[in-house]
């Protein structure tokens, strides 16, 4: 998750965020927070709203912490609302890996079954794994469409 993301779930600001972890650097090994390079930077500012630093925005790289990570910030921000925060988004991860695992599992047991029955049931193979991928959402279309050019002056 992003500074500036945990900062807001937090109640702090990223800067205020930053400087905890800062003052507690050896909590935060390479494997618990990273920093972003340019390049990553640049992929999440065509992603999102974010100003460029000539503009008045953030100066410095971003940090992004792993799941360790968050879990070592609310020894770093210690307040009832870091700690609140802090046990619901283990619970997001927890949830998270248990989603990951299950449909790994019933990928697993499907191979095994679609090979065992061969062509018999294909078309139910076929419709299991579609509901097993999910959707992809049309991209919103953004802008207007211009009307055509009305003929002036009478002519056409």
Known sequence: ????????????????????????RNRFPI????????????????????????RGGRRYLPFVFT????????SVLNSEKAIEVNI??????????????????????????????????RAVFEAIRQLMTPPVRPRKKIGFLAKEPRARYGRK
Do not use: W
């Open 88 to 121: 619901l988004i283990m619970r997001a991860f927890v949830k998270l890996r248990e989603m990951i695992a299950t449909n790994k599992n019933l990928a697993k047991r499907l191979d095994e079954l679609e090979k065992k029955y061969d062509g018999q049931f």
């Open 67 to 74: 799941e360790q990570g968050v879990a070592m910030l609310s």
């Open 31 to 54: 494997d618990f927070m990273f920093s972003l390079n340019e390049e990553e930077v640049e992929a999440l500012r065509s992603h999102s709203a974010t100003s460029k630093p000539k």
């Open 1 to 24: 998750m992003l500074d500036a993301d945990l900062a807001v779930l937090y109640g702090v600001t990223t800067k205020r965020l930053n400087e905890q972890v800062k003052r507690n």
